[in-house]
């Protein structure tokens, strides 16, 4: 058996201090032009006692901007941003992906550049499901997401070197990897569903090699600029957040995925146990939906990397009995560091947590509920964590 304190390595490449990991979780706090901030480089910087820290989701381009005030890496202005969340971390002696993505059809042509309608790989519209974005007024708020138009083959083929460009960026703005995001009813999970993708090009939903097409073109792009071990993918069989369609063919399709992940060197596939239903990041409940350990042995046969476990874990027991069953090296915490900076070492050391107010997740440009969570001491009185 592993314990939670132990190291982990990432294919040889990355070593890891413990199995803890921040999870990616949006945050909304970019300067104008979505740039990341000393805000952001402070908050990330508490929490670099985690084992390793993946960001907040990352768009690859304008097009990929589903929620307002969520970070970029594709101009200058991004990339100094994320050199000063990288190079604060690093002083902390932490380590840090960075989540890519792109929403899809899960975007506002309010959202969107010029206007225009979001990418879909149909033109079939999430219709229970909200999007972050400037109404007509000016003021940021939910609202249903547009119907897409489907891309065109070649579209498709051009936004495999978007993301390329995008892993380039990351590797200049200092991340130590990427983490490919490829769940929770965005692009590449869109592409995957079989009900949902009704293409009849090569990015087709006809066989599992033409649906998972596009992610694995992205995910050679991403290995051959980073190197084996500093890319992982997060995966959420059986979810259904954002209008995806049950799958019958899901099981298929994940064992599939996890087979050419390994074959390609990738570091990590990231779990996400959780149903999450429609709605927006704000309403939705989260429920643990646990993927079945049958299934989870078929998945750890089949990819020879680390596995992330994801899925509402809230105490050092929790997730160490998730270790200690053998199908997860590391396990991820997300709530829980937002109000416990120190997370890792108040796990540890048995000391208690702080439950950070809900409504300030979200929607602000400032500390409250952010940065301004301090570290626990031991002598009695709590200092900030800077």
């Given at each position: 058996m592993v314990d939670l304190f132990e190291s982990q390595w990432l294919a040889s490449?990355?070593?890891?201090?413990?199995?803890?990991v921040m999870a990616p979780m949006t945050r909304t706090r970019t300067s104008e032009g979505d740039v990341p901030n000393e805000l952001m480089a402070i908050y990330y910087g508490q929490r670099a006692t985690a084992g390793l820290i993946v960001s907040e989701a990352v768009d690859v381009h304008p097009s990929s901007n589903g929620y307002a005030m969520t970070p970029g890496i594709y101009t200058d202005a991004q990339l100094q941003g994320w050199r000063l969340v990288t190079d604060?971390?690093?002083r902390k002696g932490g380590t840090i992906f960075s989540?890519?993505?792109h929403v899809g059809r899960m975007a506002h042509p309010l959202g969107m550049p010029d206007g225009e309608a979001p990418w879909g790989v149909t033109e079939q519209r999430a219709e229970n499901s909200d999007v972050f974005a400037h109404g007509p007024d000016g003021k940021l708020g939910y609202m249903r997401a547009g119907t897409p138009r489907a891309l065109t083959t070649d579209e498709v083929s051009a936004l495999v070197g978007t993301f390329a460009q995008a892993f380039a960026n990351a590797r200049k703005?200092?991340?130590d990897g990427v983490e490919i995001h490829a769940a929770n009813g965005y692009l590449f999970e869109q592409f995957m569903n079989s009900v949902l993708n009704t293409r009849t090009d090569r990015y087709g939903g006809g066989s599992v090699e033409d649906r998972t097409r596009?992610?694995?073109?992205?995910?050679?792009a991403a290995v051959r600029e980073l190197g084996p071990g500093r890319v992982g993918v997060r995966l959420a069989p059986y979810g259904t957040f954002n209008d995806i369609p049950v799958d019958p063919l899901t099981e298929e399709t994940l064992l599939y995925v996890s087979e050419q992940l390994?074959?390609?060197?990738?570091?990590?596939?990231?779990?996400?146990?959780?149903?999450?239903p429609a709605g927006n990041m704000?309403?939705?409940e989260f429920k643990k939906h646990h993927v079945d350990h049958a299934v989870l042995t078929k998945v750890r046969a089949a990819f020879p990397g680390a596995i992330i476990w994801a899925g509402g874990f809230t105490s050092r027991e929790s997730a160490q009995?998730?270790?200690?069953?053998?199908?997860?090296?590391?396990?991820?915490?997300?709530?829980p560091f937002i109000g416990n900076p120190d997370l890792a070492e108040r796990l540890k050391h048995g000391w208690p947590l702080t439950e950070a107010d809900r409504s300030t997740y979200y929607t602000r440009r400032d500390e409250v509920g952010f940065t301004d969570f301090p570290a626990y001491s031991t002598g009695g009185a709590a200092r900030r964590a800077v």
């Open positions: 490449t990355v070593q890891l201090k413990n199995r803890i604060e971390v690093h989540q890519i993505w703005a200092g991340f596009f992610l694995m073109e992205v995910v050679d390994g074959r390609r060197g990738v570091g990590y596939v990231h779990l996400v146990y959780e149903l999450m704000e309403s939705a009995a998730a270790l200690d069953t053998g199908l997860a090296d590391l396990i991820a915490f997300g709530r």
